[in-house]
């Protein structure tokens, strides 16, 4: 069974960073998955903030206008989706979500407040 855990999430000041992190078990395979991180706000939907594709294939959102940046550890079968400069847009549950033959896997979620 892959499970997906996040963490790393609370409240930050406008202008600050943060760390999010998420630990895939349950898997030899976490190499070949393909790792985003989503966001969603009260009443929205969840919406893509980045993707990371093995290690050279990112896509991010177009508004994070460089503030985020997505790594993994396949080793450790980490991902980690660092934000610096955060504003209170920002502020939303980010999901984890891990996608591998056909198969669709997401964490609990983290809440990320930003308080200007």
């Known amino acids: 069974q892959v499970q997906l855990v996040e963490s790393g999430g609370g409240l930050v000041q406008a202008g600050g960073s943060l760390r999010l992190s998420c630990v895939v078990s349950g898997t030899s395979l976490f190499p070949r998955y393909i790792m985003s991180w989503y966001r969603q706000v009260p009443g929205k939907q969840r919406d893509l903030v980045a993707r990371l594709e093995g290690f050279s294939f990112k896509d991010y959102e177009d508004s994070t206008e460089g503030r985020f940046t997505m790594s993994r550890n396949n080793v450790n079968n980490t991902v980690w989706l660092q934000v610096n400069n955060v504003e209170t847009e920002d502020t939303g549950v980010y999901f984890c979500?891990?996608?591998?033959?056909?198969?669709?896997?997401w964490g609990q979620g983290t809440q990320v407040t930003v308080s200007s």
């Open positions: 979500n891990a996608i591998y033959a056909g198969s669709t896997y």
